[in-house]
């Protein structure tokens, strides 16, 4: 029995007894200790939680005892000692405020979970998830540090640099994948026929670095689940169907398709809306837009995160046959904006506007992530920002 495919929710006391009595021993992804840190060496724990990310992720059980050959710990479990139940919800947020501070890049998944194995003994289980952006350190020694059956070890300078080349591939990776994606898209390679020839299509990709590192497939029944969070952006209630690359729910059952969600199973998605944009006259509404784009985002990351899907996340949204673009605006912000609106369009054919990355679940604010998106889009179109924002919060004034 291990713990590597347990979700930490759902791991229980039989769970970790099972551990000693298959003589579970650690391992890079598994590691037993007897206590937290103590005060004077608090920020160990720091290392240890860089070190576990470092080799792909994996458990720290506190509160067990490693049997010994002399002196020697033998990697395999003795007892559960435990770490008593005075202040563990104080301990736990101590800890996880010493990963916050003192991890980088921050993990922000880091997961706690005290376990019961009596009414007086409690066993911590920490799950430190396997993250895209690394190599991560420690700030108490701004050393890079892995992991392998005996412990932790100083990662060699070739390790390093591997792990920042990894992680510049996938930010390449998924901007170049959104490149392909909008060319088949264009070129008439959709998923389902579109008229984008003479339209204005908006095309929104939401890209996990995840995607490119050989993880397992999604499973379609999953995905279809979800379907609710992953309607078109053209549609509420939109029909789904299986295809190659995963599930596909279109806006309408016949041929006058006007937008689509593709979800892949290698865990991206992708919407195109060829509706909301008129061709004759391209425009559009001030806050209208940003709203349907916001409410679909919320939705899509909802939906990918119950599907397990692992920051980072970049989003990007296209507009595509874009030129002559305006956007529609009150009279108040117009006067507040811009000296002279009829200059106020886009002129170039394509818009791409790119996100923040979404760094983990636990600190997902959408108003953030997407900010720049909607300001790079205003710009374009001869705007100073979107006036949609107030302190960083989408609070459109109408």
């Not at 350190?137 to 392998?148: D, G, I, K, P, Q």
């Amino acid at each position: 029995m291990k713990l590597g495919n347990i979700d930490i929710e759902s791991i229980t006391a039989n769970d970790v007894v099972a551990l000693r009595d298959n003589d579970v021993r650690e391992s890079t992804n598994l590691e037993y200790k007897l206590n937290f840190p103590e005060e004077t060496r608090k920020t160990d724990f720091a290392v240890d939680v860089a070190a576990m990310a470092n080799c792909g992720g994996g458990f720290i059980l506190y509160g067990i005892e490693e049997k010994r050959e002399g002196q020697q710990k033998t990697g395999a479990i003795e007892s559960f000692p435990g770490v008593g139940t005075t202040a563990l919800d104080s301990l736990i947020s101590k800890y996880a405020n010493i990963a916050r501070a003192h991890v980088k890049p921050v993990i922000s998944d880091l997961t706690f979970k005290p376990i019961k194995l009596s009414p007086d003994l409690y066993v911590v289980a920490v799950h430190v998830p396997k993250t895209y952006d690394g190599p991560h350190f420690s700030t108490s020694n701004m050393v890079f540090y892995s992991r392998h059956s005996s412990g932790n070890y100083r990662m060699e300078l070739s390790e390093i640099r591997s792990a920042f080349i990894a992680r510049s591939t996938a930010r390449e990776e998924a901007m170049n994948w959104t490149v392909k994606q909008l060319a088949w898209i264009t070129e008439g390679k959709a998923p389902i026929p579109l008229r984008v020839a003479n339209t204005v299509p908006s095309v929104l990709h939401i890209v996990p670095w995840y995607a490119f590192s050989g993880a397992d497939l999604l499973d379609v029944d999953q995905m279809y689940e979800q379907r609710t969070n992953f309607q078109p952006m053209t549609t509420t209630r939109g029909v789904s169907k299986f295809n190659a690359k995963g599930l596909l729910l279109l806006d309408r059952a016949d041929a006058a398709v006007a937008g689509y969600t593709q979800v892949f199973r290698t865990g991206q998605l992708g919407s195109v809306d060829v509706y909301s944009i008129p061709s004759d006259a391209p425009t559009i509404h001030c806050f209208d837009f940003e709203n349907n784009i916001r409410e679909h985002i919320k939705a899509y990351l909802g939906g990918l995160r119950a599907l397990g899907i692992i920051p980072p996340i970049t989003i990007v949204l296209n507009i595509i046959n874009a030129t002559g673009l305006k956007i529609l605006m009150p009279e108040h912000h117009i006067r507040y904006h811009q000296d002279e609106p009829s200059l106020n369009y886009n002129s170039d054919s394509f818009i791409t506007a790119v996100s923040r990355r979404l760094d983990g679940w636990d600190s997902l604010d959408v108003d953030y992530l997407i900010k720049p998106m909607f300001d790079t889009l205003w710009i374009a179109c001869g705007w100073r920002s979107s006036p949609n924002f107030t302190d960083g919060v989408w609070t459109p004034s109408k």
